[in-house]
Structure formats: C-alpha cells, structure tokens
C-alpha cells in the first residue's frame, strides 16, 4: 500500500455542520491515491484537478517521492512508478505547456525514489 503521508495535517476546511468540522485531503495529497489506483477515471479526474487548482509539476512529484520513500516494499511500489512515468510522459505537456519537459521530469521523480 502507497503511503498518504501527513494527509490529515494538510487537510482543507471544507465546512461546518453543526458540532461537525468537514476537512478534504489536499488535492496534492488526493493525487496519490489516483495515482496508485490509476483507473481512466483516476487519470481524467487527476487532469482536471491538477489544472483547476493549479497544481505544480515539481510539487506533485516532491509528494509522489515522498509517498514511494514512506511506503513498505510491496509490489504496489513499482505499479505506483510505473503510473508515475506513465502520467507524466503522456500528460505533462498537456498540463503544465509545451515547453514542459516530461523526460526531465520522469528523471526527477526517478532520482528521488532511487536515492532514498
């Protein structure tokens, strides 16, 4: 299983009703559950909140790394990559402009699972 961090700790106040205070994970957070998931409808919905709320590349694979580095050896891990790699070479460009190199950003993401 693929770690969520300190999710609850970053957590957004979505409202209050009554004695109860409602909190949505962060959508940098969120992404890690679609991205070990990664059905077409994680993907469609990753693409759609990543450019709503404006999410950066390098924020997103800061917190990708992460969750591979605080994760148990499982086989999940390298389906976890793999989706990475995947999302990144197919979808980079289209998210963040076409000067978006998803070769450097797939090294990045690479670098910091490797050296943890």
Known sequence: ???????????VF????????????APEYWTIGKMARFLELDI?????????????PGRLIKIWIAAVNASDLSLELGQFRDHV???L????????????????????FL??????
């Open 14 to 25: 979505y409202r209050k009703t009554g004695k109860l205070r409602l909190h949505l994970i």
């Open 1 to 11: 299983m693929i770690s969520y961090l300190n999710y609850r700790k970053t957590a």
């Open 44 to 56: 469609q919905d990753m693409l759609k909140i990543i450019r709503r709320k404006k999410l950066s």
């Open 111 to 116: 670098k910091g699972i490797m050296n943890s």
């Open 89 to 108: 070479g197919r979808h980079a460009r289209r998210l963040w402009g076409k000067k978006t190199d998803s070769a450097k950003l797939t090294a990045l």
């Open 85 to 87: 790699i995947y999302f």
